[in-house]
């Protein structure tokens, strides 16, 4: 039950929740452009992959792009949308790096709707739509400050200019900055895993504009939003949300209001300023596009997409966590399934070895140097793990061994073996303990009486009668368990 | 034929090779240099690409290889139709000094069917106007009359093949383009179905309604020239992938039996010169009189054609003309930011009525007005389809007059909306989608050529060219 009477207006008596939501702009990596025959590629010497039809030189038109629509789909499947029969409008602006002033936009009727992803703890965000697009040229200004009010000069560089774009835009669902971040690299590892995108941030082929408001916690209605633009990575997406929401809250508590507004966030300042207000707003007059026809994929191309979609990173998180027994979204779970190192475990359960060791060495060690995972054997992988979990090897060896077999390859016996890692089976390790408590009557009294700083002094001795090679963790639950039996 | 060749003599005399292409060639080009000079039908004449292609020909016909059908026939091309190297102006200054790095498909078309390019025409700006006095380069007289217009926008097209410069020519027909000046020249004018000719090439005006079209002396020749430029590219996604009609097929079947109706919305629009509608019902006689089925066929949405395409026409150029900017080719006045030079740039480089219509479209298309205008307008295109499909049930084609008068003097017309209601019997078939044709009819009181629709449903190109071949062999006994 919410008390809403305690609930006043005043500066710092409110409490206001955070409203978001992303429009998620993903360059697909098709090899060549959405509507001409152009290279789709990245960092080339500018105004190379550049045609009459890109160009819109005078009388071309667009034909569209087979596998961007195929792509697109795959991103409406792994998101769970409705894919449907879809047309493309004209979003009309002037603007220099815009070669025709109009975009070939998805408007009304997109091609994938009303779907959903899910985060790593559990919570659904929704999707409204992921429509396809053409990107725009890239602008670059001289003097001004960078921004096109007030520059000297400004240079256009056409590559990008029609490369295939998904925009894929979310409920306001998102409730926090670190929320939103999770759904951005939740986002992210989906359309890779979709195959349809590369996911790179630093190279703009994930581009994230955030519409951010707040309202007093519990109030049905949204409050007045911003659209903030120009974040380039997960942190300064967190660091524009979290600005902004100060931002508003301040404003509001200081009996002002939010006006609706795109805002620019600027990394080197840390804060957001107005780019354009509602009244500046551009009208796109959008309209059909009369150059292309509706695109209509019969129900078996849609089938044939959705059907062939590898296993998503939720999918493949819960598979790891209930092999496992750990939260879905534990650090560990979700570790191997951010580094695609899951199959490793399927192997690890296959050869019927633990998936919780599988899972503890791959979110550590094998983490910590990911560079060398296309080198690992998976057989021997899973040979070490079988050597650790029969109590061959004690942690601390099962780890040097696996550094050695991330950096070298090899062979875990012969690695072993080099190291003078003698195994020692958990029957050596008993009869150790048992040696232990015989020889020393006295400390096993007190140890049983209740004094468990002697378990110190056990392990001592017993680390001593096995020149190290017992596994410590494993003696010290052997000590415990013949305490219990009395 | 008004005494002039025909294109498909000229054709078979070069492939039997009895005439070279370079001959026939230099024929028209004395032609033209006798009379350009007071018609302007032309912005560019390529008189030496022209000769280097006849050559070609007849090197083919020398080496016994097929030459192609239009073997050695010159013909004059729209200036709104791009042409690799050669500068493409839609007769427009903002177009200044720009030429295409590429061919139309029907140019491409063109030459590979053995056709010889004899020019580029003039036009109204970006194809919009009914005079081609909205020429940046000036107006073009019409041959029969040198002081009244040509008609337009195609009129450069027209007076080219009126006058005798080239036996084809092909203009493109948004609301009327080809037909309106076919009729005031006295030549055959057809507008394809729409997505039967690639538009890959076409500089746009409106989007969903441009088609490229022939002219011609005779029904026969139109037939040869369509079956050439029409078929599937896959450069235009709305090109129909099927195949195309064959316009050729059934010219000598006659019209035994075949229904045909007289559109009385049409005969009767607003500003219809009695004679002219007269002259309509007198080629439905015609034909009844070689052995059709004729009645008066009522299609009521047609009557409101020429509202809707003020809206859609103009809508759809706003976004197509919005490219000339200044930034990437064409005319750059220099401003002191981007903002200016968009300004001055698009002042300087469109004509009035151009600046007109992208207001207009601007307008239809703004927030808020969307619905009652374009919107609107659309709901009306889909009524309009709807009453042609009802008549297409009881009838294979229409006859409508081409144009409410006769060509008028050139500067006779200054005022905007009565130019547009020059097109308000052709806009009908350009918002349906489907084909239709004028044939020339005989002349009026004032000595002036009338030319009379033929409308079939589409993809109906057999039956309208069986039909207005029959009727173009009635025109003689007028």
Known sequence: MTDTVARTAGPGTTEWETVIGLEVHTELRTATKLFCGCPNSFGDEPNTNICAVCMGLPGTLPVLNRTAVDYAMRIGAALHCRIQPSIFHRKNYFYPDQPKDYQISQYDIPINTDGWLELPDGKRIGIERAHMEEDTGKTTHFGGGGRIAGADHSLVDYNRAGVPLVEIVSRPDLRSAEEARAYVDELRAILVASGASDGKMEEGSLRVDANVSVRPVGSPTFGTRCEIKNMNSLRSLGRAIDYEVARQISLLEGGGTVEQETRHWDENTGRTSTMRSKEEAEDYRYFPEPDLVPLDPPQEWIALVSDGLPAMPADRRAKVAAAAGLAPDSDAVVTVVRLDLDPLVDAAVAAGVDAGLAVRRLANEVAASIESVPALDVDAFVSLLGMEGRGELTTAQARTVLRTLLADGGDPVAIAKSLGFEALGADALGQAVDAAIAGNPAEWERYVGGEDKLTGFFIGKIKAATGGNADLKEASALLRSRREAG | ?478
Not at chain 2, 253 to 282: F, K, N, Q, T
Not at chain 2, 339 to 364: C, D, P, Q, S, W
Request: net charge negative; glycine share 10%.
């Open chain 2, 1 to 478: 034929m008004n005494g002039h060749e025909s294109a498909l003599g000229v054709a078979a005399a070069v492939r039997r090779g009895d005439r070279s292409a370079a001959e026939v060639l230099e024929e028209h080009l004395a032609r033209i240099g006798e009379a350009e000079g007071e018609i302007h039908a032309f912005n560019t004449l390529t008189e030496d690409a022209a000769r280097a292609a006849a050559a070609a020909v007849d090197a083919t016909v020398a080496e016994g290889r097929d030459p192609g059908p239009l073997a050695g026939v010159p013909v004059a091309v729209k200036d709104n139709l791009c042409t690799r190297g050669i500068r493409t102006t839609a007769s427009s200054r903002i177009l200044e000094g720009w030429v295409p790095p590429y061919d139309a498909t029907v140019v491409s078309r063109l030459a590979a069917a053995g056709a010889v390019m004899v020019g580029k025409t003039n036009l109204d700006e970006f194809a919009m106007g009914s005079s081609t006095e909205n020429s940046a380069f000036g107006p073009t007289r019409n041959p029969v009359d040198v002081t009244r217009v040509p008609g337009g926008s195609s009129g450069g097209s027209a007076a080219a093949v009126a006058a005798g410069f080239a036996p084809l020519a092909l203009g493109s027909d948004t609301g009327g383009s080809i037909r309106q000046p076919a009729a005031f020249c006295g030549v055959v004018g057809v507008k394809p179905t729409y997505g039967a000719v690639s538009r890959y090439g076409l500089i746009a005006f409106a989007s969903s309604l441009d088609q490229i079209g022939p002219f011609a002396h005779t029904v026969a020749d139109a037939a040869a020239l369509y079956d050439v430029i029409a078929g599937h590219d896959a450069l235009d996604s709305t090109s129909l992938s099927e195949a195309p009609p064959e316009a050729s097929a059934r010219l000598e079947a006659g019209v035994d039996g075949l229904r045909v109706g007289v559109v009385s919305e049409l005969v009767s629009a607003d500003g219809m010169a009695p004679e002219i509608a007269e002259r309509a019902r007198r080629a439905a006689d015609a034909l009844s009189a070689a052995g059709a089925k004729v009645d008066e066929v009522s299609v009521p949405a047609a009557t409101y054609g020429l509202s809707a395409y003020y809206l859609i026409a103009p809508a759809e150029a706003s976004s197509n003309l919005a490219r000339y900017d200044g930034v990437r080719y064409g005319l750059r006045v220099p401003g002191e930011d981007v903002t200016e030079m968009y300004v001055r740039t698009r002042t300087e480089g469109f004509g009035a009525e151009v600046k007109r219509r992208i207001m207009l479209g601007t307008y239809a298309l703004s927030a808020g007005y969307y619905d009652a205008y374009y919107g609107k307008a659309q709901q009306v295109r889909t009524l309009i389809i709807r009453d042609f499909e009802r008549a297409y049930e009881s009838f294979d084609v229409l006859i409508a007059p081409t144009t409410p008068g006769t060509a008028f003097k050139i500067g006779d017309i200054v005022d905007p909306l009565t130019m547009y209601l020059n097109d308000v019997c052709t806009i009908p078939s350009n918002l349906a989608g489907h084909p239709a044709m004028s044939v020339p009819y005989g002349t009026a009181s004032d000595g002036l050529p009338i030319g009379v629709q033929v409308l079939a449903p589409a993809l109906g190109e057999s039956v309208m060219f069986q039909v207005a071949a029959a009727l173009e062999s009635t025109a003689g006994s007028l």
